[in-house]
T-cell receptor, first 111, second 116 residues
Framework: SQQGEEDPQALSIQEGENATMNCSYK?????LQWYRQNSGRGLVHLIL?????REKHSGRLRVTLDTSKKSSSLLITASRAADTASYFC???????????FGGGTRVLVKP | KAGVTQTPRYLIKTRGQQVTLSCSPI?????VSWYQQTPGQGLQFLFE???????NKGNFPGRFSGRQFSNSRSEMNVSTLELGDSALYLC???????????????FGPGTRLTVL
């Protein structure tokens, strides 16, 4: 079963709007990461947030982590057509040497 | 630095055949992980190798195997192919193989395997 479950599964917005997606997980983690995947290609690492961090920024990306609720959110501000992609959260579990990916959120940014 | 490379990029096989996929990690990276991505199951972890040792294995049948060479290049093999093995196979490398130090993974473009 997947550790991370993402919500929503799909999101359609206009260019310039913000996009927010959420990720929930089940077990204790060392860190949580967000990746982007353009259609049928490899994943690109966006940002990593450690379990002792609550918020992190990188350019137009803002990630929050609430370990008490076992959830994270990714906010993309001022979206662009080039942000159209699938976004995945991945948890680096405290027990185990692997990343576990969620089902992803498909984001469509309309020009 | 060159990124993660995977060969071949596309592959068509028939049921019952076997296939070997190759992955060259970023120079200096010692950890290589493999994932299978399908529309129905999403991204599923296959296995990870670190310094030629398999450190972790996902929930896949024994038909799926892998290995890592001393130069960190990795191969995965799927024997007796089934239709359900059609997928995008992604390889990722990372600098650290130890959980907790930040396991940012760098992905290759993937190998698209079609089983007919």
């Amino acid at each position: 079963s997947q550790q991370g479950e993402e919500d929503p599964q799909a999101l359609s917005i206009q260019e310039g709007e913000n996009a927010t997606m959420n990720c929930s997980y089940k077990t204790s983690i060392n860190n949580l990461q967000w990746y982007r995947q353009n259609s049928g290609r490899g994943l690109v690492h966006l940002i990593l947030i450690r379990s002792n961090e609550r918020e992190k920024h990188s350019g137009r990306l803002r990630v929050t982590l609430d370990t008490s609720k076992k959830s994270s959110s990714l906010l993309i501000t001022a979206s662009r057509a080039a942000d159209t992609a699938s976004y995945f959260c991945a948890t680096d579990e405290a027990a185990g040497n692997k990343l576990t990916f969620g089902g992803g959120t498909r984001v469509l940014v309309k020009p | 630095k060159a990124g993660v490379t995977q060969t071949p990029r596309y592959l068509i096989k028939t049921r019952g055949q076997q296939v070997t996929l190759s992955c060259s990690p970023i120079s200096g990276h010692r950890s290589v992980s493999w994932y299978q991505q399908t529309p129905g199951q999403g991204l599923q972890f296959l296995f990870e190798y670190f310094s030629e040792t398999q450190r972790n294995k996902g929930n896949f049948p024994g038909r799926f195997s892998g290995r890592q060479f001393s130069n960190s290049r990795s191969e995965m093999n799927v024997s007796t192919l089934e239709l359900g093995d059609s997928a995008l196979y992604l390889c990722a490398s990372s600098l650290y193989g130890t959980s907790g130090r930040g396991r940012e993974q760098f992905f290759g473009p993937g190998t698209r395997l079609t089983v007919l």
